[in-house]
C-alpha cells in the first residue's frame, strides 16, 4: 500500500500541516522535524510532486549551475546542495558551465522555460542575466562569485583569504612574493588578489608580481613559466585558488633553480608532489552549499526575508 501525507503524519503523532511545512522546507520545531522525517523513511513515503507542481505552478527541481564541474570545490558545493534539497523534496539538475557566459545564460533560460523551483548559480562573469528568473518570482541565490543584483548571496571572505595566505608567506621569511589569482573578470580573484596585496603593503614589500590566468591547471602552470622565465624567479608564489595550485606544483616539480616556495588558498585536490610543507589557507565549500540550499528552500517555502548577502570565513 502506498504511503501518503496522513499516514505520515499519524506515525509521527502530528498534523498533516506540519508535514506539509517539513516537506517544503519550512521551519518547524526541531524534534517535530525529526519525527516527520523518521515517519517518512519508516513508510517510504513519496511526496505527490505531480499535484504540488500544479498547484504551484513550477517543478520539484532546481538547477545547480557552477563553472567546473571537475573541480573538487564544486563538487563539494555539490554535495551540501543535494544534502538540503534532498530533505526538502527537491531534486537537483547539475549544469556545467565551463565558465562560458553564453552557456550559463542557455543554461538560466532552460531553468526559467522548465519552471524549475530555483536556481543557485556560481556566475561565469560578474553579470549573470538573472532577471527573467526574478521577475517570474523564481529563487535564486548566487554563489561564491558576488554580483550586484538584489538577491540571496553566499561568498567567502575573498579578501581576507588571500591576506591570510599572503601574511603566512611572509611570516616564511619571503619577501619577494607574486600572486597567481584568476581572471580579472571574476571577483573571487580580484579581491583575493588585493588581499595578498594589501598584506605585502603592511609588511613593507612589494606587491608587482601579480599574473592573471584561468582558474584552472593549465592556468597555473602557464603562469609558473611566465613567472620563472621572467629571469628573476620570485622566492615564493600565492596561488588563489587549489587547481591553480596544482598548476604551480607541477611546473615546479621540474624546476632546478632557486628555490620557490608555494602557498594555496583552498584544498589540493589529488596528488602532485610531496606538498607536506605547503601552506594552505582551507574552505569548507560543503557549508556553502549547505547554507545556499537552505536560503533557497526558505525562498521557495516564502519564508525568507529581504535578499541578503553572506559572507563565510572559510
Known sequence: MVARIVDVAARAGVSTA?????????????????????????????????????????????????????????????????????????????????????????????????????????????????????????????????????????????????????????????????????????????YRAAGWRAALAEAGLPAERLVYANFRVDGGRSAMAELLDSGSPPDAVLATNNLVGVGVLQVLAGWTGPGVDVGIIGDLPFATSDVQDVPRIGLNPRSMGVRAAELLVARIAGTAGDPATEVLSS
Open 18 to 190: 506540519t508535514v506539509s511545512r517539513v516537506l517544503n522546507g519550512r521551519r518547524v520545531r526541531p524534534d517535530l522535524e525529526e519525527s516527520v522525517r523518521a515517519a517518512i523513511a519508516e513508510l517510504d513515503y513519496v511526496p505527490n510532486r505531480t499535484a504540488r507542481s500544479l498547484r504551484r505552478q513550477y517543478s520539484d527541481v532546481i538547477a545547480l549551475v557552477i563553472p567546473d564541474v571537475e573541480n573538487p570545490f564544486f563538487t563539494s558545493v555539490a554535495r551540501g546542495v543535494e544534502d538540503i534539497a534532498q530533505q526538502a523534496g527537491l531534486s537537483v539538475v547539475l549544469c556545467n558551465t565551463d565558465d562560458d557566459v553564453a552557456k550559463e545564460k542557455r543554461y538560466l533560460t532552460v531553468a526559467e522555460r522548465e519552471n524549475m523551483a530555483g536556481v543557485i548559480l556560481a556566475p561565469a562573469g560578474d553579470s549573470p542575466d538573472l532577471e527573467p528568473l526574478t521577475r517570474r518570482g523564481r529563487a535564486v541565490v548566487v554563489i561564491d562569485r558576488a554580483v550586484a543584483d538584489d538577491v540571496d548571496q553566499v561568498v567567502f571572505d575573498n579578501e581576507a583569504l588571500g591576506r591570510r595566505a599572503a601574511e603566512t608567506l611572509v611570516a616564511r621569511g619571503h619577501r619577494d612574493i607574486a600572486c597567481i589569482t584568476g581572471p580579472r573578470s571574476t571577483p573571487t580573484a580580484v
